[in-house]
């Protein structure tokens, strides 16, 4: 099968999977945003699924994004920084991406925005450590209130919601939790401070559904798009 074929029949396996669960939650699936998650893909790889209709790079590290980025053709392409981030990295990070999912700490937010020299702001989500597990990044779930806080009052960036990355777990029902939690703390979050955050980037290849049931905007999907990593 060519490379095209192949990006065309994964791209709609997944846009169909995404459809069906948001038929199941009674939404739109206009509101979930597909995020191919990138790392370790082929440049190639990443042309067929450009070229079959994907719109969003999910990417973990930098050193690949750019050589990703400069690789392909111009497209109307937004880049979404999904990795970890090192404090020296958040000037390329800031010029390089349009999103950034995985904001955990004010050092890095502040950082961010003073680097920030695009007209448009850069949109941020803080990542919650949903499960204390402290290996993958994110926010301590007792301080996401006061991160909230810090972080929205930067100029340069637009804080659009939260990101998660739960451990896996079998079955939707237990999938569910984490996302649910996720979900309720971005809405304790907007009341606390009148401000309206609206995006969830939560639900990989494993549990998509069960994202999408838990109001899930944005849903990164890796294997189940481009196939097992390299
Ligand atoms: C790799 C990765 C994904 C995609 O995971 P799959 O299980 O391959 O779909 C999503 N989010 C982040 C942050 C990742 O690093």
Known sequence: MCDKEYAQQRFAAVTARIQKAAENANRSPADIRLIGAAKQQSVASVQSFLDVGLRHIGQNYLQEAIAVKQAIRPNDVDWHYIGLIQSNKTASIAAEFDWVHSVDRLKIARRLSKQRTHEANLNVLIQVDIDN??????????D????VGQVSELKRLNLRGFMVLPRARQGTEEQRQPFAQTRELLQRCNQKYGIEMETLSMGMSGDLEAAV???????????DLFGARG
């Open 133 to 142: 597990e402290t290996t993958k990044g994110g926010v301590p779930i007792s």
């Open 144 to 147: 996401v209130l006061d991160l």
């Open 213 to 223: 049931l838990e109001g899930s905007t944005m849903v990164r999907v890796g294997t």
